[in-house]
């Protein structure tokens, strides 16, 4: 059975950091490429960035240079690091397994950004 776990959601103001783990099991984790969606409410689920197992990352423009996506194949999980999060950050964080055919989620972590 395959499972994703996400952990380190909270409440943080504005400026702050928060950073998000994902940990995986029942699958061979190194063959997946591994992301982090988020949904914001009344807005459709995005793509925040990905990791794949050769290590090539890949960014949502409006995260790139405070956001940092990384994965341990060690440990069977991948981590998001936010720094500078702003208001617009506040959504339900995803992590996602995609590998071929196959596509596994997490049950989410949320993230609020407010003073």
């Known amino acids: 059975q395959v499972q994703l776990v996400e952990s380190g959601g909270g409440l943080v103001q504005p400026g702050g950091s928060l950073r998000l783990s994902c940990a995986a099991s029942g699958i061979i984790f190194w063959f997946y490429t591994m992301g982090w969606y988020r949904q914001a409410p009344g807005k459709q689920r995005e793509l925040v960035a990905t990791a794949m197992s050769n290590g090539r990352t890949n960014y949502l423009d409006s995260v790139k240079g405070r956001f940092t996506i990384s994965r341990d194949n060690a440990k069977n999980t991948m981590y998001l690091q936010m720094n500078s999060l702003k208001a617009e950050d506040t959504a339900v964080y995803y992590c996602?397994?995609?590998?071929?055919?196959?596509?596994?989620w997490g049950q989410g972590t949320q993230v609020s950004v407010s003073s």
């Open positions: 996602n397994a995609n590998r071929l055919e196959e596509d596994y």
